[in-house]
């Protein structure tokens, strides 16, 4: 099975919006293996985002995602990482597809609530950075084949 790691980013919780977008991917099917609020250091912000880290927004973007807590996540299913990205939809909110996470709640590319994975490569990289193994549990919900075939 496929994992990803996805984070409520600061504007997220401070919005409640914690509740909602676990629930959308709960009841799309996948299974969470993986939780918890935290404060983000600047080192893991910086690190996290380091493939940005000459852009303009970098700056902003690093005091953003450490001006408050976070929810980190990681998620397990069958295509998880691209149907992630496509239930969170696209980075600036305005572009975003109604119905997904940024285009139902979003307005503006700097405070655009959720973070996903954008491989499967960058999954493993962010899970690792994210997350001690024995924080990960692996478990077989009881649902699962009535979401499978
Ligand atoms: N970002 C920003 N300004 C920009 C572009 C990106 O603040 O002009 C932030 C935004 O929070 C985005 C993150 O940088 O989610 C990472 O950008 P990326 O292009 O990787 O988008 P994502 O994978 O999050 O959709």
């Known amino acids: 099975m496929e994992r990803t790691f996805l984070m409520i980013k600061p504007d997220g919780v401070q919005r409640n919006l914690v509740g909602e977008i676990i629930q959308r991917l709960e009841t799309k099917g996948f299974t969470l293996v993986g939780l918890k609020l935290m404060s983000v250091s600047r080192e893991l912000a ?9 852009k303009g927004f970098f700056a902003g973007l690093i005091e953003f ?9 990681v998620w397990e299913g ?5 149907s992630a990205r496509k239930i969170i939809g696209a980075t600036n909110p305005l572009s975003a597809e109604p119905g997904t996470i940024r ?3 979003g307005v503006t590319v700097g405070r ?6 954008d491989g499967s490569d960058t ?3 962010e899970i690792k950075l994210w997350f001690k193994d024995e924080e990960l549990v692996s478990w077989q919900p009881t649902i699962n084949p009535w979401i499978y075939e």
């Open 46 to 54: 910086e690190q996290h985002y380091a493939v940005h880290k000459d």
């Open 78 to 82: 069958e295509g998880i990482i691209a």
């Open 112 to 117: 655009n609530l959720i973070h996903g994975s």
């Open 103 to 105: 285009g139902d709640f």
């Open 65 to 73: 995602i450490t001006s408050g807590p976070v929810v980190a996540m």
């Open 123 to 125: 999954a493993k990289e």
